[in-house]
């Protein structure tokens, strides 16, 4: 059988043919298709935005023209540029609020008593910052009207500086405080600048200036939670628990104090963690209300079973306390316990010689042994047995230093003493020993490792590790509660009660591209 050849032209009629569109060009490129190979003419992109005021005849603004070259495109001209944005935004940003403001005060001329238009007293010039840059802008003030004779009302009106009062929009307050809580404020000031904001005043004083004073409103909103007056009532909570640490930052006035305390914890709402929170309590503004405020926030009421997890600072478990409307349930935290029990288990391994370590390479393992039937008994909730096995231990350590006489003195005096700083701390919290297993079963919460991470995201991150700067206690707390509620994802929402039309819906209606 001798073999049959294939052509390549028999092969390819043997497979269907695929069938490729060409490219649809646009009716309006297709007579000059023919010029683009031989003519190197630039396309002009023009740029107008018509307005069209209720019942009135459009009013069409030109804001500018786009440029680029056609055969000799290079990938830097492709789209607009970050410059090119910016001034095309703020070309737009001039002419909204322009004719807004004079919209709105000719809307404030007529008196609301007797309809007759107030006479004019001058022209003042108003700054609005923006996050385009700022904007001077002359607007009308207006006399009283004449109708009326109070003598507390003011004589003249001026709508332009009642609309922003703070001569700075809404979002550019709330992208400062974001940035100021996420970052150090020189390199919130230098990102702006990074990216195209080099308009928009934004030193690092104004990001300062402003997240505290979003901070501020944050703490009036707890305060007002704390009085009944809370804007939103949350749901009634069935169960809180109060993980609590502490920690220290630097002061600013060294010559008052080295260090100020800064408390922080979170919320375990109904078994799921819920809310961080954080306060400076040498803050002079600052009372207890506010963390009443923001327990009543996660929902407690007089019928929610409350319990505190701390590391057995007695402050810390008293302050919740005072805040809760009923006995809450205090628990020692086993996080701590098993830092104390690492220490503790390094401390009685006496440093020997080689030699003796070859002669006696299991002197240490009964202490070792003792050290894990402490942990078992800690661990079971039974203080009494713990406190036993503190004593056997102690008299282990006794019993080598006799039969070492004048060996490791100070190794032998650090393990007494750390025995005896244990058993003080088992002894003070021995109720608020819980049986840790019998928690851990029911899927209970038996360790502050949560507050641990909150206390490391929430105050080291920004105030300590890395930053090597020192703080005031009040521009430190109200930092931290705008960090707290960015961390707990809700500082939009917090900043809706005082700014209600804040990133609501859009006013913009995008137009489809054929």
């Not at 238009?117 to 004449?146: E, H």
């Not at 007056?229 to 006035?253: C, F, M, N, W």
């Not at 190794?411 to 750390?418: E, G, I, P, Y």
Request: charged share 25%; with cysteine; glycine share 6%.
């Amino acid at each position: 059988m001798q073999p049959v050849a294939r052509t390549t032209s028999s092969r390819r009629a043997s497979w269907p043919m695929r069938q490729v569109a060409a490219p649809r060009v646009p009716c309006r490129f297709q007579y000059s298709l023919a010029s683009w190979h031989w003519k190197v003419t630039p396309m002009n992109w023009t740029i107008r935005i018509e307005l069209t005021p209720d019942g009135n005849p459009p009013i069409t603004y030109d804001i500018g023209t786009i440029t680029r070259p056609i055969a000799d495109l290079s990938p830097e001209q492709i789209g607009l540029t970050l410059e090119e944005g910016q001034q095309l935004l703020r070309r737009v940003q001039v002419q909204m609020i322009s004719s807004q403001a004079h919209a709105y005060a000719l809307c404030r001329r007529p008196c609301v008593d007797c309809g007759r238009p107030k006479r004019i007293k001058d022209a003042r010039t108003k700054c609005v910052q923006t996050v385009f840059g700022a904007f001077r802008f002359r607007g009308r003030r207006y006399r009283a009207c004449g109708c009326r004779d109070h003598p507390d009302e003011f004589l003249q009106d001026f709508p332009l500086g009642e609309i922003i009062p703070r001569r700075t929009t809404p979002e550019v307050r709330y992208l400062f405080a974001e940035l100021g809580a996420r970052m150090p404020y020189r390199a919130a000031s230098r990102v702006l600048k990074i990216c195209g904001f080099g308009d928009m005043r934004a030193s690092h004083m104004a990001i300062r200036r402003h997240t505290v004073a979003i901070g501020r409103e944050l703490e009036a909103q707890r305060l007002d939670a704390a009085d009944g007056q809370a804007v939103q009532v949350p749901e009634t909570a069935k169960s809180l628990v109060v993980g609590i640490d502490d920690t220290y930052v630097k002061h600013r006035e060294h010559l008052v104090a080295r260090q100020f305390q800064v408390t922080a914890g979170r919320i375990e709402r109904n078994g799921k963690l819920g809310a961080r929170f954080v306060f400076v309590s040498s803050n002079p503004g600052w009372t207890d209300s506010s963390f009443d405020g923001f327990l009543l926030q996660q929902g407690m009421k007089r019928n929610t079973v409350m319990r505190v997890v701390t590391d057995g600072d007695d402050g810390l478990r008293n302050f919740v306390q005072r805040s809760s409307p009923r006995p809450m349930e205090s628990q020692l935290d086993w996080f701590h316990i098993g830092m104390r029990l690492e220490l503790l288990r390094k401390a009685v391994v006496i440093p020997v010689t080689y030699q003796e370590y070859l002669e006696d390479p299991h002197a240490f393992d009964p202490a070792q042994r003792r050290i894990s039937r402490l942990r078992d008994a800690l661990w079971r909730g039974r203080s009494w047995q713990a406190l036993l096995q503190f004593a056997w231990l102690r008299g282990d350590i006794d019993r080598w230093a006799a039969e070492h006489p004048g060996r490791c003195a100070q190794s032998v005096q650090r393990a007494k003493q750390v025995i005896k700083e244990f058993r003080y701390y088992v002894c003070g919290n021995r109720r608020s020993l819980p049986d840790f297993a019998k928690q851990r079963a029911a899927g209970q919460r038996i360790s502050t490792a949560h507050v641990e991470s909150v206390m490391n995201h929430l105050v080291n991150h920004r105030l300590s590790k890395k930053q090597q700067m020192r703080w005031s206690p009040e521009g430190a707390h109200y930092l931290l509660q705008v960090r707290a509620e960015l961390l707990n994802g809700t500082l939009t929402d917090a900043y809706r009660v005082a700014n209600p039309r804040f990133r609501g819906p859009s006013g913009f209606a995008a137009q489809s591209v054929h």
